[in-house]
């Protein structure tokens, strides 16, 4: 047990550390579109939540989320000039991908826990 928390502790400061480096660059380098930055969010998150997975080690939902947002959010600012793309649009569709996700996630669960999800009420 002891063995595993020092193990995904490792991963975590590997993550933070990795993260660090991708806004500084962001941040150093004027030329980099912001989109870049999120872009590397992204994929760290999903990157971490995938070496955790492959290891047997617990992943954490949430940042199967954050690193779906920021992929998503990225695109969308890299292909911002292309598409003709306000703020508020960006931010309409990042809600719907948010909706979608949990959507998904919750008929998942319905399903393997054989809950289901009842339309009708039985009647009586």
Do not use: C, Q
Request: proline share 3%.
């Amino acid at each position: 047990m002891d063995d595993m928390k020092t193990i995904n502790r490792r991963y975590e400061t590997i993550a933070w550390g990795l993260l660090s480096m991708i806004w500084g660059i962001t941040i150093l380098f004027d030329f980099l579109p912001f989109g870049v930055g999120l872009v590397g969010t992204g994929l760290l998150f999903l990157g971490v939540t995938a070496v955790r997975s492959l290891n047997d080690l617990p992943t954490k939902g949430d940042n199967t989320i954050i690193g779906i947002l920021a992929l998503v959010w990225g695109g969308l600012e890299l292909a911002r000039p292309i598409l003709h793309l306000s703020d508020w649009a960006i931010f309409a569709i990042l809600l719907i991908v948010l909706g979608m996700i949990l959507l998904v996630r919750g008929l998942l669960r319905a399903r393997k826990t054989g809950s289901g999800i009842r339309v009708n009420a039985p009647t009586e």
